[in-house]
């Protein structure tokens, strides 16, 4: 579905728009959140579209009741962030504000959240999902 890029190292945690149509996905270089993208990819395309240029990733979409618009949720290592979203369009049609603190995340750019189709949100709460640890 998707090709790398020169410099990118991976594309991760996809996650299909309701009408089957395109994908969100994060661009990851295992450095770090910072230069984390998130970017959209209609499918039968090969050019993927930035939507969160920096310090974004594990991106989910949930719709705003009948509307076709909804808002973009997604992970920095902070915790979580929304913005209005146009599906159709693929762009964010809002500035993203904070709506969770402190929810687990990890160094491959994951988050321990879900937001179901009602717009219920589940996550684990907790600072970083990676700790030292000694191999016994």
């Known amino acids: ?3 790398l890029a020169a410099g990118e190292m991976s594309h991760r945690w996809p996650f299909t728009l309701p009408d089957g149509k ?3 996905f994060s661009i990851w270089n295992d450095i770090g959140w910072e230069p984390a993208r998130i970017v959209a990819q209609r499918m039968g395309s090969q050019e993927h579209k930035v939507i969160v240029p920096a310090g974004g990733g ?6 705003d009741g009948p509307r076709a618009a909804g808002f973009l949720v997604y ?3 902070e915790g979580l962030m929304a913005a209005r979203f146009d599906p159709a369009r693929l762009e964010v049609t809002s500035p993203a504000v904070p709506i969770v ?3 687990v995340t990890n160094l491959s750019g994951g988050a321990h959240f879900d937001v179901s189709a009602s717009g219920t949100l589940a996550y684990v709460p907790g600072n970083g999902g990676e700790a030292n640890r000694d191999l016994a």
């Open 1 to 3: 579905m998707t090709s």
């Open 22 to 24: 395109a994908i969100l």
């Open 58 to 63: 594990y991106a989910r979409f949930v719709a």
């Open 75 to 77: 992970a920095r290592e």
């Open 101 to 103: 603190d402190n929810v």
